[in-house]
């Protein structure tokens, strides 16, 4: 079994910044790529930031010089900083982790439960 936790997200003025962890433990051998994404009511989820596991990184458009996705190997624990926010990032943001559980190259996608943040004055 793989659980992913998810911390950090809460309630925010326009301009703010929040920095939300995801930190994933069980059955793991090995993470791969890690990832933020998002959801709105009403909209169907979407990416906002992946990292591989040698830490190249890649973004949406909406969020490009705006949030930053970093990792720590070590704790297998992804982050996003997010800074200068607004309105229109208010979702619920979910954590993904692509695993391996054992030394063969097969992964298996796991996510978090989601952490809310609110984007308001």
């Known amino acids: 079994q793989v659980q992913l936790v998810e911390s950090g997200g809460g309630l925010v003025q326009p301009g703010g910044s929040l920095r939300l962890s995801c930190a994933a433990s069980?059955?793991?051998?090995?993470?791969?790529?890690m990832g933020w994404y998002r959801q709105a009511p009403g909209n169907q989820r979407e990416l906002v930031a992946t990292?591989?596991?040698?830490?190249?990184?890649n973004y949406a458009d909406s969020v490009k010089g705006r949030f930053t996705i970093s990792r720590d190997n070590a704790k297998n624990t992804v982050y996003l900083q997010m800074n200068s926010l607004k309105p229109e990032d208010t979702a619920v943001y979910y954590c993904?982790?692509?695993?391996?559980?054992?030394?063969?190259?097969?992964?298996?996608?796991?996510w978090g439960q989601g952490t809310q943040v609110t984007v308001s004055s």
């Open positions: 990292i591989t596991g040698g830490g190249n990184t």
């Open positions: 993904n982790a692509q695993v391996q559980t054992t030394p063969y190259p097969y992964t298996s996608a796991h």
């Open positions: 069980g059955s793991i051998f090995r993470v791969n790529a």
